[in-house]
């Protein structure tokens, strides 16, 4: 039950995109197309995403998408907003679940 | 609407007891997986434990396996979590989460605060 690895930050400018890594293994990330993404701003509660790898909820703008490759999976935000700063975060289904450690995006 | 609100958080101190609830409204409690999750200040988010629609199955982060106990009634739509023998580092904002399916967490309670202090 170790925990994701994401890169602790990432940055663009308006209108760009960025993509946020997400590395597991082969028990989590690479064993199940389970892979689901969160925005969270501070002191609010954490959103939903992305689930299984790449589909998005109802209400989510298509500018966020997911993929995965072995045990990377990827979230990639395109056309950058100033609403996008927040910290992201990938789960895994395992036993149970995991998450990632945590991304801080920066609008520059 | 559909709502999670926990309560029961506080100031505990270290080898303490305390018991989260968190209560559910407008939607179907008794066929969702529910879970909780944590997050301790200036860190990421832990999930601690979940528990199948029925109560049949529950897991746990190996952190708290043996401390904590998640449990679940139905009739009320709520959902508790007992922690036992509390450490400074179980320190955390804790939610109530409902998993839409397979680690996919589609709705989240506001939080409630835990401090584990002496």
């Known amino acids: 039950q170790s925990a994701l690895t994401q890169p602790p930050s990432a940055s663009g400018s308006p209108g760009q995109s960025v993509t946020i890594s997400c590395t597991g293994t082969s028990s989590d990330v690479g064993a199940y197309n389970y892979v689901s993404w969160y925005q969270h701003h501070p002191g609010k509660a954490p959103k939903l995403i992305i689930y299984?790898?790449?589909k998005r909820p109802s209400g989510v703008p298509d500018r966020f998408s997911g993929s995965k490759s072995g045990n990377t999976a990827s979230l990639t935000v395109s056309g950058l907003q100033a609403e996008d700063e927040a910290d992201y975060y990938c789960t895994s289904h395992a036993a149970g679940s995991v998450f990632g450690t945590g991304t801080k995006l920066t609008v520059l | 609407d559909v709502h999670l609100v926990e309560s029961g958080g506080g100031l505990v101190q270290p080898g303490g007891s305390l018991r989260l609830t968190c209560a559910a409204s407008?939607?179907?409690?008794?066929?969702?997986?529910m879970n909780w999750i944590r997050q301790a200040p200036g860190k990421g988010l832990e999930w601690v434990a979940s528990m199948k629609e029925d109560g049949t199955k529950e897991y746990y982060v190996d952190s708290v396996r043996g401390r904590f106990t998640i449990s679940r009634d139905n009739a009320e739509s709520s959902l508790s979590l007992q922690m036992n023998s509390l450490r400074v580092d179980d320190t955390a904002v804790y939610y109530c989460a409902r998993d839409w399916g397979f680690s996919s967490f589609d709705l989240w309670g506001q939080g409630t605060l835990v401090t584990v202090s002496s």
């Open positions: 299984e790898v790449s």
């Open positions: 407008g939607f179907s409690f008794s066929t969702s997986w």
